[in-house]
């Protein structure tokens, strides 16, 4: 059996008519104070949020902390607040509390009941991505809707088709006549350069948003900055006017030698040691720079020669010798650890020590024989 989820709605639906346009709620016909005394927030406080001119122009407040008296108790809850329309002309608040997630697959709304793929974008996007029959208890209709998933309180938000005044752009978006088309069953139009008033350019996606009733961005969907223009200014930085790669004389404050300077104009890897890190440590950085990314990257692998490399606080000789149990053919038989950096003999003990047995016991019959016999 279907869950049944209950719509919560104005009391008197906001109608503006068509032949004066646009028109926001008059403020003089809002009680403020009244609304202060029951939910504890000043008309103060709507202003500096933002929240007063959204309730306005019908819409809802962000989520706010608001204070009832419920059975003598004062009780604070989250929700966010809507105007709605009493039967005198005056308008009054209409609570939205945040309510626990609902389990969509299989629920009703309004005698429509959600599939898994239903259940599945509006989890995703708040959307529910097309126009559905829903059935108007007190008008005894049903009617073409759009149904979203308010995030912020979990509530199931609906919109009439018959409603709908398409706006035909957003920002520097103009939707075209296909397009609005899309929009109007609920559709998604992908993948849209959208700049802000910063000169910021983001890729997002534009549906219809029952709660905000209009084309609004699909939550989430804003992709990282293109900046084109950016980007391309930032590779210019990097090469020259041919294309070719501009000399870099140091890296994170480390000198390069003429050598890796050459290197790296070459497209060559380079080697930093005592390269910086983020936690104040060091190591030893492979420095090149990448065509497909226009810049320069250090990594600890070797581009060349997909190479790990060790520390540069210890050499690879040493690490592999003194911690990893590993072996040396020039260093094999020193019995001491391995000094910072060292591949070979340090002395000429060492050096005595990696001979064969039998050239070290004709060392030992020359020194003695120089020596000559014990007195």
Known sequence: MAQEINARQPLVSEKSSQNQGYQPIDESKVNWDKIEEKFGISKEVLEKTGAKDNMLNFGKSGLLDVTMLIYGQKVKAAARLQLTRLQDGTYSVLPHFVRKEQK????????????????????????LGKVVPLFNIKEGTTEQCFVSLDKQTNELVHYPLSKLHL???VGNVKFTPE????LKQGGMIKDKLYENDKGQKFMVDFQVNADRKNVAFVPGSSRQEVAQEQEQKAKLN?????????NLTKWKGIPLTEEQQKDYREGKSVKLDNYPLKDGTTATMYLMFYPDKGQPFASKNDPMQGKVVAPANESETQVAVNHQGKTNEATKKV?????????????EKQQNEQKPEGEKKEQKEEKKQKRGPKL
Request: aromatic share 8%.
């Open 104 to 127: 969509l697959e299989n629920a009703e709304y309004m005698g429509y009941t959600f599939t898994k793929e239903d259940a599945k974008a509006l989890k995703e996007t708040g959307n």
């Open 335 to 347: 019995d001491e650890p391995l000094q910072k950096g060292q591949v070979a003999p340090k002395n």
């Open 179 to 182: 397009e609005m088309a899309l």
């Open 167 to 169: 706006r035909e752009s």
């Open 238 to 246: 990097w090469t020259n006017e041919d294309g070719s790669i501009k």
